[in-house]
């Protein structure tokens, strides 16, 4: 059975840094990238970053020079390391395959808040 578990998120200053991370099932991303996404408040979830398993990574425009995503297949591990986090950063961040549907299993998320 797939499952994600996201963590990791929390209260931060502009300017600051968060350690995302998710912990899921083995072969929860099936022949699929590892992806991370978020949704801000009253907007669609979007994809921010996605890694496959030769280790390709790929960014939105928005977070490009400031996320990098990583995983640890060993571990059945996904990170995303924000770093020079913005207010528009502010959202609930969720792990999942590239792709994924909105119908698709999602974990809780974690939210992350970027504020003074």
């Known amino acids: 059975q797939v499952q994600f578990v996201e963590s990791g998120g929390g209260l931060v200053q502009p300017g600051g840094s968060l350690r995302l991370s998710c912990a899921h099932s083995t072969n929860a991303f099936g022949h699929y990238a590892a992806a991370w996404y978020r949704q801000a408040p009253g907007n669609q979830r979007v994809l921010v970053a996605h890694?496959?398993?030769?280790?390709?990574?790929n960014y939105i425009s928005s977070v490009k020079n400031r996320f990098t995503i990583s995983r640890d297949n060993a571990q059945n591990m996904v990170y995303l390391q924000m770093t020079s986090l913005k207010p528009e950063d502010t959202a609930v961040y969720y792990c999942?395959?590239?792709?994924?549907?909105?119908?698709?299993?999602w974990g809780q998320g974690t939210q992350v808040t970027v504020s003074s």
């Open positions: 999942n395959r590239l792709y994924a549907a909105e119908t698709d299993y």
């Open positions: 890694i496959t398993d030769s280790g390709y990574t």
